[in-house]
């Protein structure tokens, strides 16, 4: 596909990376340029989310799961729960890109003198 802004704003969308108020596309885990090499590798634009979803989920590492200040804790999303959501995503939008690219059809018009 070729990239134009429209479809960048959805893909960030899509992968939960808006850029922040006031801040740039550094501030987030893709760049443009990254996001316009997923557009330009896939067929539509669930197919390079379900990319984006993937790299996500490569690129997730472990923190602390849980912690405790005086008689306070709080427990923070698990590594495995994080992995298992970026995977879910993945194969939600690998799942809409094949249905996209199953409706697409192309036809003939023809001109009867």
Request: proline fraction near 2%; avoid cysteine.
């Amino acid at each position: 596909m070729t990239p134009t802004a429209e479809l960048r704003t959805r893909l960030r969308k899509y992968l939960n990376e808006i850029i922040p108020a006031g801040k740039t596309d550094a501030d987030t885990r893709f760049l443009d340029s990254e996001l316009d090499e997923l557009l330009t590798e896939a067929v539509n634009v669930y197919q390079a989310a379900s990319k984006g979803w993937v790299i996500k989920a490569s690129l997730l590492q472990g923190d602390i799961e849980s912690y405790s200040v005086g008689q306070e804790k709080y427990d923070l999303t698990s590594l495995k729960d994080q992995l298992a959501h970026a995977i879910t995503m993945a194969e939600q939008y690998a799942s809409l890109a094949r249905t996209a690219s199953s409706q697409i059809t192309s036809g003939v018009i023809l001109k009867m003198t």
